[in-house]
């Protein structure tokens, strides 16, 4: 199983089969802000700690939105699209969720 992380681009409305766009407003996106909440490695940890909490809660979107990937990345590649990326990212977390 291969997941990668990518950069999202204008007009998501056209991702690409095998892709899928992990940033906000959807069920997987960083609540924390670069700049307003910390450092971008402040923010990702925080993240972190945020989706965990959210992986208790078994009917969470976050938990569903999870499974969801983990079909996807399991019938072929799977390409995590963020803003971010190329930078430290939280699409890191989720594809280590994703793998987990």
């Given at each position: 199983m291969r997941i990668t992380i990518g950069?999202?681009?204008r007009g998501l409305g056209s991702l690409l089969p095998g892709q899928a766009y992990v940033g906000r407003p959807?069920?997987?996106g960083n609540p924390f802000?670069?700049?307003k909440d910390g450092s971008r490695e402040e923010v990702?940890?925080?993240y972190r700690r945020w989706l965990w909490a959210r992986l208790q809660e078994p009917g969470s979107p976050q938990v569903r939105e999870l499974?969801?990937?983990l079909e996807r990345a399991?019938?072929?590649e799977l390409e995590l699209l963020c803003w971010c990326h190329p930078l430290p990212c939280h699409a890191e977390v989720v594809r280590?969720?994703?793998l987990w």
């Amino acid at each position: 199983m291969r997941i990668t992380i990518g950069r999202a681009q204008r007009g998501l409305g056209s991702l690409l089969p095998g892709q899928a766009y992990v940033g906000r407003p959807g069920a997987l996106g960083n609540p924390f802000v670069v700049g307003k909440d910390g450092s971008r490695e402040e923010v990702i940890a925080q993240y972190r700690r945020w989706l965990w909490a959210r992986l208790q809660e078994p009917g969470s979107p976050q938990v569903r939105e999870l499974r969801r990937l983990l079909e996807r990345a399991r019938a072929g590649e799977l390409e995590l699209l963020c803003w971010c990326h190329p930078l430290p990212c939280h699409a890191e977390v989720v594809r280590g969720a994703v793998l987990w």
